[in-house]
């Protein structure tokens, strides 16, 4: 079975510009989440999603970041406009019934 | 509020040797459950294991064991017989009863294995 899947895996991009990251949870998953990781705040939980609905998104830094799941098996990450500071290795992780958690392998984000 | 705590935050062994990478948490939950996921130098985050607080069983798998202490609300990580593919940072955490599902991470521990 293919495990959670994301693109792209590298992205640099310009302080202002639209960024857009997306992910594909494994098949039959039900809870689907977005995490954010930098040497300085760790591993943070941004929002998750469950049955393609917003269950918390109290980890969103700011009106810049936006998150949409359409359909079970899609979702975006997106930050508009982009800074710097957004720099970070991007996961999106699933699971099924809030169970483990399974995590893709990141998007690697860099905004010069 | 929960809480992983992972005070080691870089060992360094030889390989051959056994390692203990240590996780101490709190929680008020009566149920809850802890992970293991190992980071890898490629980046990607990799499930190990996941225990229930109603099974204080240790757990044995190949050369890694997993030993859960209610009592002083811990749950390490032993490497037998360490590798170099071993190297990687190592993260505890932890969640409520499913259906609350946020992860509370530790901070990570960077383990090197020297050759």
């Known amino acids: 079975d293919a495990g959670v899947i994301q693109s792209p895996r590298h992205e640099v991009t310009e302080m202002g510009q639209e960024v857009t990251l997306r992910c594909k949870p494994i098949?039959?998953?039900?809870?689907l989440f977005w995490y954010r990781q930098t040497m300085m705040r760790g591993l943070e939980l941004l929002i998750y999603?469950?049955?393609?609905?917003?269950?918390?998104d109290s980890g969103m830094p700011e009106d810049r970041f936006s998150a949409k799941m359409p359909n079970a098996s899609f979702s975006t990450l997106k930050i508009q406009p982009s800074e710097p500071r957004d720099s970070a290795v991007y996961f999106c992780?699933?699971?099924?019934?809030?169970?483990?958690?399974?995590f893709g392998p990141g998007t690697r984000l860099l905004v010069l | 509020a929960q809480k992983v705590t992972q005070a080691q935050t870089e060992i360094s062994v030889v390989e051959k040797e056994d390692v203990t990478l240590d996780c101490v948490y709190e929680?008020?939950?009566?149920?809850?459950?802890l992970f293991w996921y190992k980071q890898p130098p490629s980046g990607e985050l990799v499930f190990l294991i996941r225990?229930?607080?109603?099974?204080?069983q240790n757990e044995i798998s190949g050369r890694y064991s997993w030993n859960f202490q209610k009592s002083t609300s811990s749950f390490n990580f032993t490497i037998t017989a360490s590798q170099v593919v071993d190297s990687a940072v190592y993260f505890c955490?932890?969640?409520?009863?499913?259906?609350?599902?946020?992860?509370?991470f530790g901070t990570g521990t960077r383990l090197t294995i020297i050759p």
């Open positions: 955490a932890l969640t409520a009863n499913f259906g609350n599902e946020k992860l509370t």
């Open positions: 225990r229930n607080s109603f099974d204080e």
């Open positions: 992780a699933s699971s099924w019934r809030g169970e483990t958690q399974y």
């Open positions: 999603f469950n049955n393609n609905v917003p269950i918390d």
């Open positions: 929680t008020r939950d009566t149920t809850y459950y």
């Open positions: 098949s039959g998953h039900d809870y």
